[in-house]
């Protein structure tokens, strides 16, 4: 196995591919077994204490660093908190950046958008999921000596690593909620992250607590999102 390097500059190196084509049949069944389970995945906020499979987590992020990426950067860190008392500072920080922005920074559209959702400025999620995973964006790539790079397509490619994160997630079993309090410059400091880090989100695992609610929400139905031309 080939560790990864930056490949700035390296030439245009092929190699084959030639993945065995799934029949029909089996691809249909697939993908609606997919979409079925992918339904059933819900945002929680109301965690067990629980332990989760530390291999389900990291098997889980394994396949978000699979995600495509600007010129394949893999611009991304995913650190795993498990600490009490890291994940008590993180909560502690982030209730006080949520309650200015529920006392006005968001404004009244943004929070009649949250209303919904049943949603406020208190985040027991931090503390009661058993493991928090902080996703950062790498800006840049830094050198051993301090120099830099840059790294292109940065937010989308963090984003779809983050999707495919919580795909894995609720496919092993697993309950997610993607947090991004704002502003979020607490997180690399809590963390002691370098300077080419940028917080993206917070994201707590595991199981959903015995009394566990979720909104009543209804998601768009395939031809409210899908234009054919």
Known sequence: MTNWTPNHGQDFDPVPYRPERMPVEQSLRTAAEL????????TVRMFSPDP?????????????????SGAHQQPWTFVRVVDPEVRKAIRAAA?????????????EEWLDALRPLGTDDVKPHLTD??????????????EPDGSSRKHYYVDESVGI???MLLTALHLAGL????????PMKFLGEVLNRPRNEKAFAVIP???????????NLVRKTLDQVVVTV
Do not use: K, N, W
Not at 35 to 42: A, G, I, N, Q
Not at 55 to 67: F, G, H, K, R, Y
Not at 205 to 215: H, L, Q, R, W
């Open 175 to 182: 309950a997610a909620l993607t947090h991004t309090p704002s």
């Open 35 to 42: 979409r079925s389970r992918m339904d059933e995945r819900r």
């Open 95 to 107: 209730e006080h950046e949520e309650r200015i922005s529920y006392d006005g920074r968001l404004g």
């Open 52 to 68: 989760v499979p530390t291999q389900v987590v990291l098997d889980a992020i394994a396949v978000a660093s699979t995600a495509p």
């Open 129 to 142: 999921a058993p493991e928090l995973v902080v996703v950062f964006q790498q800006r840049f790539y830094l």
């Open 161 to 163: 690593a983050v999707g």
């Open 205 to 215: 695992i595991g199981y959903p607590a015995d009394d566990c609610v979720v909104p």
